[in-house]
């Protein structure tokens, strides 16, 4: 009875307080309509205007998420602002004491303000107890009679939790009979019914709170995407057999091994949203504007075209078949499904690309060796793509990755990608980005060791060697094993500098690393024509990733150089104003000195590292 009397009073209180007491007032609608708004705020012009309302017990950690949910926001370009309950009374509230009448019209007068926050395309995030559903109903309503999104999101936080936290003092006051009708000791929290969200009841950290929250504002799509979703492209394992069997019945497109290892990158996520090798619009976007766009309208960063190659002689017989079948060795690997044939247009290409079209480039004499048409389609991917070589174990996949880091408990995921010997300059580098990422509060930072595991020119160290060498970094404790994960990047190298450092950077979006290290002429190379002389500007790679499209969520961590110190005996970082005291060590210098046996200066390289690097140079 007495809960009945109490909730008959607050929908009296609630309606009392909520009549339309002036008069001769009307409403004047706005002239700006909400689409015109979401031009001039946030990212992509969607409006994003919504409550999410935080509500549970004192101490439940209510407004710890929701300013941590607006920072997380802020950090993506989402207008949005945190509404605490204590803030609101000292301010706007400061009026309204705890009667079941000031309590009722606190939460109006905030549900009004949030309704505001929301029309005007800004997520309002509303941490307050309001411990009473007929409260939160009425917020709800004047959401949804305004044509707004509210979401209710119950932080389940127990009482116990909630007492032994008494962040404020005020359990033990309460306990003490010192505050009188204090939610959840003597007056009662009415928990939602059906919430959005529910969060805070099974022991998850602040960060998975704070994902959990994002992810169903993703899924509502007020939330653009850090990452599009990874959707892997390979055949379910049961029905592996008869896509099989349909693939060996298909017409067929035999493809090469760098068209395999794209593949790979496709099945795997790694160019996702893309779902098979670009048709003509997508390949278009992404020479033009290095981007792709989903079905609901959302940009990510693609750099680098992904394409089939084909011969006329392909198209003649091909074009108009519903699907074909790849085949890599004489072995089908994939179905194209609804091919489209379009021309490979190689010189605009190229200049787009590499901004030169100089047949003694590597990469461009691969492309100029392929047929004048490029082919697009959706794939269905056989089988995982192995190569048998021992280093299968470190083909990790953008979803194996993240499943990692998790188990590692990472909160704070910082990429380098190389595709050279780590020297101790390097590990310097990313010893420095850790202890940076340590002052920053992050509890466990993890190190990606990422080489670059595709295609590359011929006088580049090969894989295999490669990771021996880093085997060797870490069984010497350069780097620290228990904060770094090495795994193989499966892209081919194609050596387009500023532009092709985009998709290295979004490609290790997609598998949920937070930070990426850019060093000095990121996928860079000589001139083809001019001996000593950089075909890009060496800072330019670390300049156009900062400003490029479609890389939200990533920090870009500018790589500092470092040489070897001769005063010092070790590398350190450079410094300009002692540069007598550094010698730099190029990497011609580095392979001259393998091949004639020296050993380069002590502190430059773990010994056992330019062990494997002298002996492969002398097998040469």
């Known amino acids: ?149 509210f979401i209710e999101c119950y932080v389940a936080t127990s009482l116990a939790v909630c007492e032994s936290r008494d962040p404020k003092g005020l359990y033990k006051k309460a306990r003490a009979g010192l505050i009188k009708g204090f939610t959840g ?115 990510f960063n693609q750099s680098v075209p992904i394409v089939l190659p084909a011969t006329a002689e392909d198209k003649d017989r091909l074009a108009g078949q519903a699907a074909f079948a790849l085949v890599h060795k004489g072995a089908p690997v994939a179905i194209l499904r609804r091919p489209e044939f379009y021309g490979a247009r190689k010189e605009e290409r190229v200049c787009r690309q590499f901004g030169t079209c100089d047949p003694g480039h590597p990469y461009i004499a691969l492309i100029n060796s392929y047929g004048d048409f490029l082919v697009g389609g959706e794939v269905e991917v056989l089988q995982r793509i192995t190569f048998g070589d021992g280093l299968d174990k470190y083909r990790l996949t953008p979803n194996e990755l993240m499943e990692e880091f998790k188990q590692r408990g990472a909160d704070a995921v910082f990429a380098f990608q190389l595709r050279n010997p780590v020297h101790n300059g390097h590990a310097l580098l990313m010893q420095n980005t ?74 290790r979006l997609n598998a949920g690393v937070h930070f990426y290290i850019v060093g ?18 060496p800072d330019h790679g670390r300049e156009v990733l900062q400003m490029a499209p479609g890389l939200p969520g990533m920090e870009i961590i500018p790589f500092v150089v470092a040489a070897y110190n001769k005063k010092e005996g070790k590398m350190t970082l450079f410094d300009p104003a002692h540069a007598a005291d550094f010698e730099n060590i190029s990497g011609t210098k580095m392979r001259t000195m393998a091949r004639n046996g020296e050993s380069p200066p002590d502190g430059y390289m773990c010994p056992s590292g330019w062990s494997v690097l002298a002996q492969y140079y002398k097998s040469l």
């Open 185 to 299: 000791i003597d007056d009662v929290y009415e928990a939602p019914a059906n919430p959005e969200l529910v969060i805070g009841n099974d022991g998850a950290s602040l960060d998975d709170c704070v994902a959990k929250v994002t992810t169903y504002l993703e899924n509502l799509e007020i939330l653009p995407r850090l990452r599009p979703a990874i959707t892997e492209l390979f055949v379910p394992s049961n029905l592996v057999e008869e896509k099989t069997q349909i693939a060996q019945a298909l017409p067929s497109l035999t493809i090469d091994d760098v068209s395999l290892q794209w593949l790979q990158v496709l099945a795997e996520g790694w160019a996702a949203p893309l779902c098979g090798f670009m048709r003509e619009k997508e390949f278009l976007q992404a020479l033009h504007f290095n981007t792709v766009t989903t079905s609901d309208g959302q940009t």
């Open 520 to 537: 000095r002429d990121p996928a860079g190379i000589g001139h083809p024509s001019h001996k000593g002389k950089d075909l890009y500007n």
């Open 1 to 149: 009875l007495w809960s009945s009397w109490l909730w008959s009073c607050r929908v009296v209180g609630w309606m009392s307080q909520n009549v339309q007491k002036a008069e001769n007032v009307t409403a004047v609608p706005h002239i700006v309509s909400r689409s015109s708004r979401a031009k001039v705020l946030g990212v992509e012009s969607k409006f994003r205007g919504c409550t999410v309302w935080f509500t549970g017990l004192s101490g439940a950690g209510k407004t710890t998420l929701s300013f941590a949910v607006e920072a997380e926001l802020n950090r993506r370009g989402v207008p949005c602002y945190g509404l605490d309950g204590d803030n609101m009374r000292h301010g706007l509230n400061k009026n309204l004491g705890f009667s079941a009448g000031d309590r009722a019209e606190n939460i109006r007068r905030v549900g009004e303000v949030c309704k505001l926050f929301a029309d005007g395309g800004i997520v309002a995030l509303a941490s307050f107890i309001s411990p009473f559903a007929a409260d939160r109903d009425n917020v709800r309503r004047l959401h949804d009679e305004a044509g707004l999104k």
């Open 434 to 507: 850790h202890d940076m990422l340590l002052k920053r509060g992050y509890k466990k930072p993890l190190l990606l060791l990422h080489p670059l595991g595709g295609w590359t020119k011929d006088d580049d160290v090969p894989l295999d060697v490669r990771m021996k060498q880093h085997e060797c970094v870490l069984a010497e404790g350069v780097l620290n094993p228990a904060s770094t994960l090495i795994a193989i990047f499966p892209s081919p190298m194609m050596y387009a500098g500023p532009t092709e450092v985009q998709w290295h950077a979004k490609a």
